[in-house]
């Protein structure tokens, strides 16, 4: 079993729906939490940044993170067509370093 | 991605043949790291670097080399490419004070 798993898609939606993709994991030890979009033939791009449990909103995304399920969700509200990429979760321990532990990616794509 | 360059976009090998994957940075950060991505395998961390003249292993480093002398530059080679190792490689740096990974546009590469 992976360290995080990830639903690799794609995930169909109508342009305006809310999208919801999520990140289980194993390792309870992670507190810090990320989600990269990727763009088709680009590199990943920091989306969102969370440490530890809760919300955070930027925008039309939130992140959310429970720690208890071992769960973490991106939500896009009013969904776009340019928000169709792939999107990685990622996540880490305290204390190393740039050691990021990934999600093999969701490919989202927003029908107009 | 700016910032981060990768050259070359695309090669294709032959089955023992050796090759350098070219990284720079102008951003003068200290952590620079290579991934590779393979469909439905997320981002693999093949070997990384906290300064110059500091290398070390990541989760796949077999039949990859580094250096890294200075801090804007950070080669990955290959020293007798395999099919194995075709993939999509990224060079990331990272940024301490906001524990943001920077990626390249990335290196398609392909073992006959």
């Known amino acids: 079993q992976k360290e995080v798993e990830q639903d690799p898609g794609p995930l169909s939606v109508p342009e305006g729906a809310i999208v919801s993709l999520n990140c289980t994991y194993s390792?309870?030890?992670?507190?810090?939490f990320m989600w990269y979009r990727q763009y088709s033939r680009k590199g990943p791009e920091l989306l969102m940044y969370?440490?530890s449990s809760g919300n955070k909103e930027d925008g039309r995304f939130t992140a959310q993170v429970d720690k208890s399920s071992k769960y973490i969700s991106l939500f896009i509200r009013d969904s776009q067509p340019s928000d169709s990429a792939t999107y990685l979760c990622?996540?880490?321990?305290?204390?190393?370093?740039?050691?990021?532990?990934w999600g093999a990616g969701t490919k989202l794509i927003i029908k107009p | 991605n700016a910032g981060v360059t990768q050259t070359p976009k695309f090669q294709v090998l032959k089955t023992g043949q050796s090759m350098t994957l070219q990284c720079a940075q102008d951003?003068?950060?200290?952590?620079m790291s290579w991934y590779r991505q393979d469909p439905g395998m997320g981002l693999r961390l093949i070997h990384y670097?906290?300064?110059?003249?500091?290398?070390d292993q990541g989760e796949v480093p077999n039949g990859y080399n580094v250096s890294r002398s200075t801090t804007e530059d950070f080669p990955l080679r290959l020293l007798s490419a395999a099919p194995s190792q075709t993939s999509v490689y990224f060079c990331?740096?990272?940024?301490?004070?906001?524990?943001?990974?920077?990626f390249g546009p990335g290196t398609r590469l392909t073992v006959l």
């Open positions: 990331a740096i990272a940024d301490l004070s906001t524990d943001t990974q920077y």
């Open positions: 951003m003068n950060h200290e952590y």
């Open positions: 670097s906290v300064g110059a003249g500091i290398t």
């Open positions: 390792n309870s030890a992670f507190q810090y």
């Open positions: 969370t440490y």
């Open positions: 990622a996540m880490k321990e305290p204390g190393s370093n740039y050691q990021l532990i």
